[in-house]
C-alpha cells in the first residue's frame, strides 16, 4: 500500500499545487483555461505523437489482450453514455461523463505501478493499454462531442462538419501523424526527439495542476445542477474502480483465455483511476467540468485503497 500511494501522492501534490496557487491568488481566474490549452495544442500532441511513431506492429500484435481492454472501455463508456441520455444530459456531456468512468490513467499512474508490480513485462500492455485508452477511446469520445455540438447548431450537413472539427483537433491529427510518419521508417532528427519529449512530459503535471486550478474557482452553490454532482460523481467513480476491472477480469479470463499474468496486468490498468484527459475535453469544449473534477479526485483518492487491496489479493505486495 506504501508503494501504491508514494505513487499517487504526486498526483494530489500537483492537483494541490494548482488549488493553492488559485486561492491565494498567485494564478488568476483564466489560468485553468490557458493551462489547459496547452496541454492540448502542444503537449498532449507531442505526447500522442511521439507515443504511435515509436509503435512497432510486433509490439502491439497482441490481439486478445487488445480486444479485452478495449472491449471492457468501450463497454463502460457506452454504458454511462446511455444512462446519461436517458437522463436527459445532452449528447456532448454524456460523452464527457462515459469517458470519465472509463479512462485509466494508464500514462501517469500505469507504469511506474505496472513496474513495481509487474516489472519490465509490464511495459509492452502498459504501452498497448495507453494507445487505445488516449487514442481509441479518447477519439470516440470527441467524435460523439462533435456530433452533439453540431446538433446543437446546425443539423444540416453534419457529417463534414463533424469532419472538418476533427481534422483541426490537435488530439486527433497529432496520433494520426505519428501513424503515418511511422509508417516510413525514418528516425526522428535528435533534436525533433527532444522537443516532443519536452512537450509530452509536461502534459501530465499541467493537467494536474490546471484540474486543482479548476477545482479552486468557488462557484455560487444551491442549483439543481449542484446538488446532482456528488451523487453522479461517486456513480462514476464506483462504475471505474469496481465495474471496469471486474469486467476487465471476466473477459480476460472467461472469453479470452489470457495468460495468468496478462490477466492481472489487465485487471490492475483497468483498476487506475481516471485520468486527466476527460477533464481536458471538458474545458476544450466548455462543457460543464465538475462531475470531472470530482471524479478524477475521488476516483485517485478511491484507487489507493481499491488498487492495494487487488494487488495483494493477486500476490503483490506493495
Known amino acids: 500500500m506504501l508503494s501504491t500511494l508514494e505513487i499517487l501522492l504526486p498526483v494530489f501534490g500537483l492537483i494541490f499545487a494548482g488549488f493553492a496557487c488559485r486561492r491565494r491568488g498567485v494564478l488568476g481566474p483564466n489560468a485553468a483555461s ?70 485509466p490513467n494508464t500514462g501517469y499512474i500505469g507504469f511506474p505501478l505496472g513496474m513495481i508490480a509487474f516489472g519490465s513485462a509490464s511495459l509492452t500492455p502498459t504501452t498497448i493499454a495507453t494507445i487505445l485508452v488516449a487514442c481509441v477511446l479518447f477519439a470516440l469520445a470527441i467524435v460523439l462531442i462533435e456530433i452533439g455540438l453540431q446538433t446543437e447548431r446546425t443539423p444540416h450537413k453534419l457529417g463534414l462538419k463533424v469532419l472538418r472539427s476533427l481534422a483541426r483537433n490537435p488530439l486527433i491529427a497529432s496520433p494520426i501523424a505519428g501513424v503515418l510518419f511511422a509508417s516510413i521508417h525514418v528516425p526522428l532528427p535528435a533534436s525533433a526527439e527532444t522537443f516532443l519529449k519536452l512537450l509530452g512530459g509536461a502534459a501530465s503535471p499541467c493537467a494536474l495542476v490546471s484540474l486543482g486550478l479548476f477545482l479552486a474557482e468557488k462557484r455560487p452553490a444551491g442549483t439543481h445542477t449542484d446538488t446532482d454532482v456528488p451523487r453522479i460523481s461517486l456513480l462514476l467513480t464506483g462504475v471505474k474502480l469496481l465495474v471496469q476491472p471486474a469486467l476487465t477480469w471476466w473477459l480476460a479470463a472467461r472469453v479470452f483465455a489470457l495468460t495468468p499474468a496478462l490477466i492481472e496486468m489487465a485487471v490492475v490498468l483497468a483498476a487506475l483511476p481516471t485520468g486527466t484527459g476527460p477533464f481536458m475535453l471538458a474545458e476544450y469544449y466548455r462543457r460543464e467540468a465538475h462531475i470531472t473534477s470530482r471524479t478524477i479526485l475521488l476516483s485517485t483518492v478511491g484507487s489507493v485503497a481499491t488498487l492495494s487491496l487487488l494487488l495483494l489479493v493477486m500476490g503483490h505486495r506493495t
Open 34 to 103: 490557458e493551462l489547459n490549452r496547452f496541454v492540448v495544442w502542444l503537449a498532449l500532441p507531442a505526447l500522442l505523437f511521439d507515443t504511435m511513431a515509436h509503435a512497432t506492429w510486433q509490439q502491439l500484435y497482441q490481439p486478445a489482450f487488445v480486444a479485452t481492454f478495449s472491449i471492457a472501455c468501450a463497454s463502460v463508456f457506452a454504458l454511462i453514455l446511455a444512462m446519461r441520455l436517458m437522463s436527459g444530459r445532452h449528447l456532448a456531456d454524456a460523452s464527457v461523463d462515459a469517458i470519465a468512468a472509463s479512462y
